[in-house]
C-alpha cells in the first residue's frame, strides 16, 4: 500500500537559519499522488500548511516551500530562514490518484534555539 | 468561523468501561474522519463518513465504532476501552469537492488515558 516516510523525529535549528524536513513516498495507486504538508502548532489542531496536486510543481505558504519530486518521490520541506513562531510538529501526507484516503507520515517535531 | 470541535480534551478511563469522544463541525463539510496519534506513528484512520447516517472503517477499526446522526457531529465509541487505546484522538472534515485534493480540517485533539 501507499506510505510515507520522514526519517527524523525531531529538528533543532538555530534561529534564522535553514531548514529541511526531509519526505518520501511511495504510492501503489495508478497516477500520481497529490501531496501535503500539514502542521500542529502546540495546543492546536492540524492544519493545511501546502499541498501540490501536480509532479514537478512547488507549493509555498507562510515561507516554506516543497517540490513535487516523482523521480526521486520526494516531497522535502524546506524554509530559508526559520522563526521562534515556526515551532511545531509538521507532517508530511500523500492521497493516490483518487483515492479517498490521506496517507500521514511520523511527524517532524521542530524545535528552534534562540 | 468555521471549525471542528472535539470533547472531552482529556479524559481518564477505566478498563473496561464506554468511552465516548465527540467531534462537531461547523464547515458544512460532507466527509468526516477519526485518527489516532502515537508515538513513532503518523495518525492512522480509525473509522469515516461520507455523510449523515453513514460509516466506514478505516485502518485500524478494531475496538472502535462509529456514529453519524447528522452532519455535524461525529462520534467514536469505545465500547470496552483497553490501555492500548491510550492515544491521541483527532477529528477532522473534509470537503468532498476537492476529490483527492481534499483538505482536512482538525479538531484540536482529545488525549484519551485508559487505566
Known amino acids: 500500500g501507499d506510505s510515507v516516510t520522514q526519517t527524523e523525529g525531531q529538528v533543532t535549528v538555530s534561529e534564522s537559519k535553514s531548514l529541511i524536513i526531509n519526505c518520501t513516498y511511495s504510492?501503489?495507486?495508478?497516477?500520481?499522488?497529490?501531496l501535503f504538508w500539514y502542521v500542529r502548532y502546540p495546543g492546536e489542531g492540524l492544519q493545511l500548511l501546502l499541498k501540490?496536486?501536480?509532479?514537478?510543481q512547488k507549493g509555498s505558504s507562510r515561507g516554506f516551500e516543497a517540490t513535487y519530486n516523482k523521480e526521486a518521490t520526494s516531497f522535502h520541506l524546506q524554509k530559508a530562514s526559520v522563526q521562534e513562531s515556526d515551532s511545531a510538529v509538521y507532517y508530511c501526507?500523500?492521497?493516490?490518484?483518487?483515492?479517498?484516503?490521506?496517507?500521514f507520515g511520523q511527524g517532524t517535531k521542530l524545535s528552534i534555539k534562540p | 468561523e468555521a471549525a471542528v470541535t472535539q470533547s472531552p480534551r482529556n479524559k481518564v478511563a477505566v478498563t473496561g468501561g464506554k468511552v465516548t469522544l465527540s467531534c462537531n463541525q461547523t464547515?458544512?463539510?460532507?466527509?468526516m474522519y477519526w485518527y489516532r496519534q502515537d508515538t513513532g506513528h503518523g495518525l492512522r484512520l480509525i473509522h469515516y463518513?461520507?455523510?449523515?447516517?453513514?460509516?466506514e472503517k478505516g485502518d485500524i477499526p478494531d475496538g472502535y465504532k462509529a456514529s453519524r446522526p447528522s452532519q455535524e457531529n461525529f462520534s467514536l465509541i469505545l465500547e470496552l476501552a483497553t490501555p492500548s487505546q491510550t492515544s491521541v484522538y483527532f477529528c477532522?472534515?473534509?470537503?468532498?469537492?476537492?476529490?483527492?485534493?481534499?483538505?482536512?480540517?482538525f479538531g484540536s485533539g482529545t488525549r484519551l488515558t485508559v487505566l
Open positions: 477532522a472534515s473534509g470537503d468532498a469537492l476537492g476529490g483527492s485534493a481534499e483538505t482536512l480540517y
Open positions: 504510492a501503489t495507486s495508478i497516477g500520481y499522488p497529490n
Open positions: 501540490v496536486i501536480t509532479a514537478g
Open positions: 501526507a500523500l492521497r493516490g490518484y483518487n483515492q479517498g484516503k490521506l496517507i
Open positions: 464547515n458544512n463539510h460532507n466527509n
Open positions: 463518513s461520507y455523510g449523515a447516517g453513514s460509516t
